[in-house]
């Protein structure tokens, strides 16, 4: 199999996993928390002026303040799961093995922002991206790309879905510029899979494409691009 005709098969893998309804509603809940937020701040500067004066009227104000803040609440647990339907992503093409019918493949861009850890670990293995990256992450993807990703030796475990180490990421993109990436359109850093320098540290990308060896806090909100090997026979 050629690179013509494996990028032919990659561009199949598409898939659709949002309706532009969601969106338009995300767009809807922001202005009804700013509306909500305004509304709550009024009777809560009146109930303030009002306490000395009138227990009663001051803990009805705080009632309705209190049931404002569930409404907002609401709206964020609903724009949160919202933000999950992102757009199909796109996948470029780092490796094609002819003879095995596969391609390593990454996402064009940042499909998130996330920690690489929340509770300490640095390493791969142990990681919370890692547990993400092949759970929620690969179960949200259409069934066309999710059949074909092929499970591969990663640093003494079998992933579906992985990060590039700090080694491949300078082989397979060999200038900065090849390496910068953004995320909602904006250019931002990502994760790599390699530990850094320093204790809490795991090697990164900037948002200039240079390779960071010294490592980011594994509990910043970092860009992540997942890598995958699809299996092109399917």
């Known amino acids: 199999m050629d690179w013509e005709t494996a990028l032919c098969r990659i561009e199949e893998f598409k898939g659709v996993t949002i309706s532009r309804d969601a969106v338009m509603r995300m767009l809807a809940i922001e202005e009804e928390r700013e509306v909500l937020v305004v509304q709550m701040d009024e009777p809560g500067q009146l109930a303030y002026e009002l306490f000395r004066i009138d227990a009663a009227q001051a803990d009805e104000l705080e009632q309705q303040i209190s049931k404002i803040r569930s409404a907002i609440a609401t709206l964020d647990r609903e724009m949160e799961t919202l933000s999950t339907q992102t757009e199909p992503v796109e996948w470029d093409l780092l490796c094609l093995d002819e003879v095995g019918g596969r391609a390593l493949v990454i996402s064009r861009q940042c499909v998130v922002q996330r920690p690489f850890d929340t509770v300490g670990s640095r390493n791969w293995q142990s990681s919370g991206l890692r547990s993400w990256l092949n759970g929620e992450f690969l179960e949200s993807q259409p ?36 390496r910068v990436a953004t995320y909602l359109g904006k250019p931002t850093w990502w994760w790599l899979r390699t530990p850094g320098y320093h204790q809490y540290g795991v090697a990164s990308v900037d948002s200039d494409g240079r390779v960071y060896d010294y490592g980011m806090d594994i509990t910043f909100d970092g860009g992540v691009r997942p890598v995958l090997w699809l299996d092109l026979n399917t």
């Not at 300078?170 to 200038?175: A, E, G, M, Q």
């Open 143 to 178: 069934d066309c790309v999710r059949i074909r990703v092929l499970e591969t030796p990663i640093d003494e475990v079998k992933d579906r879905v992985f990060l590039l180490s700090k080694e491949e990421v300078r082989d397979y993109f060999t200038s900065d510029s090849q």
